[in-house]
């Protein structure tokens, strides 16, 4: 793996939790609206459609970098458009990241002739 591929990969991973966290804070903002007079949807709208925007910019990157199949990239893009999901796509990428880190390692010392 490349560094820009390693580095296209971190942005989209780095942005996944904070796009998740503002997405569940965006939905108790909606309720709290409906039940109270409290209305933080307009900032919390806001927010999240910052980091939705970032995620779909750095996801649209990684697929391009990483040469994902179809599969893998719908997968990530289906993951942003769920309430929790940035977090487990922060946790596969971490995986993928530590999996291409020992694969690289491994070729350096010529265990592995991939």
Same mark, same amino acid.
């Given at each position: 793996?490349?560094i820009?591929?390693?580095?296209? $990969?971190?942005? $989209?991973r780095?942005?996944?939790?904070? %796009?998740?966290?503002s997405?569940l804070?965006l @939905?108790?903002?909606s +309720? $709290?609206?409906?039940?109270?007079?409290?209305? &933080?949807?307009?900032v919390m !709208?806001? +927010?999240? !459609?910052?980091?939705?925007i $970032?995620y779909?910019?750095?996801? &649209?990157? &990684?697929?391009?970098r990483? *040469?994902w199949? @179809? *599969?893998?990239?719908?997968l990530?893009?289906v993951l942003?458009?769920?309430?929790? !999901?940035?977090?487990?796509? %922060?946790? *596969? @990428?971490?995986?993928e990241?530590e999996d291409?880190?020992i694969?690289?390692?491994?070729? *350096? %010392?010529?265990?592995?002739?991939?």
């Amino acid at each position: 793996m490349d560094i820009k591929t390693a580095t296209a $990969l971190r942005r $989209l991973r780095l942005v996944s939790a904070p %796009e998740a966290v503002s997405f569940l804070i965006l @939905l108790l903002c909606s +309720v $709290l609206k409906r039940t109270t007079d409290f209305n &933080a949807v307009p900032v919390m !709208g806001g +927010v999240h !459609g910052v980091l939705f925007i $970032l995620y779909v910019i750095f996801w &649209a990157d &990684a697929w391009n970098r990483a *040469k994902w199949p @179809l *599969k893998t990239a719908a997968l990530y893009f289906v993951l942003s458009v769920l309430p929790t !999901g940035g977090f487990f796509a %922060e946790r *596969k @990428l971490r995986r993928e990241a530590e999996d291409a880190v020992i694969a690289a390692r491994a070729r *350096k %010392e010529g265990v592995v002739n991939a």
